[in-house]
């Protein structure tokens, strides 16, 4: 294993500063003169992350992220409900092709439901033949 020069004071304090942020690295390598491997590694032993790199300490499960998302949106699993629709290529090419050119396509779905409900009332049995 290669031993590197040990770091100055003043080197230990640029690495602090620059590191964790974006395109630190290489400023780093023009301040100091020294390789990018180097300046990882003393980054690494200062327990300092890289800019994009994640803080596996601070690394959040699956079940935190959902409840931070439901906090910060609002969501309730009780009080939602979900529906799938499927479309068939070649037969309903003219379905697939609007709701792919509409931004929001819940909201435009949610949009002609309700005009069809103030246009025909609540409830209406679209099926009959």
Known sequence: MRKFKEFTEEEVE????????KDGVNKLVEI???SRQ???????????NCYGERN???KKTAA???????????YNKDKTVMF???????????IIDKLNSVP????YIKELIRADIEKNGKYVDTMKP
Not at 14 to 21: A, D, E, F, R
């Open 14 to 21: 640029l690495i602090k500063k620059y590191y964790p942020v």
């Open 32 to 34: 100091t003169g020294r």
């Open 38 to 48: 180097s300046i990882h590694s003393k980054g690494k032993r200062l327990g300092l």
């Open 56 to 58: 596996v300490e601070n």
């Open 64 to 74: 935190e992220r959902q409840m931070e998302y439901e906090k910060r949106t609002g």
């Open 84 to 94: 799938g629709v499927r479309c068939v290529y070649g037969k309903e090419d003219d």
């Open 104 to 107: 929001n396509k819940a909201g």
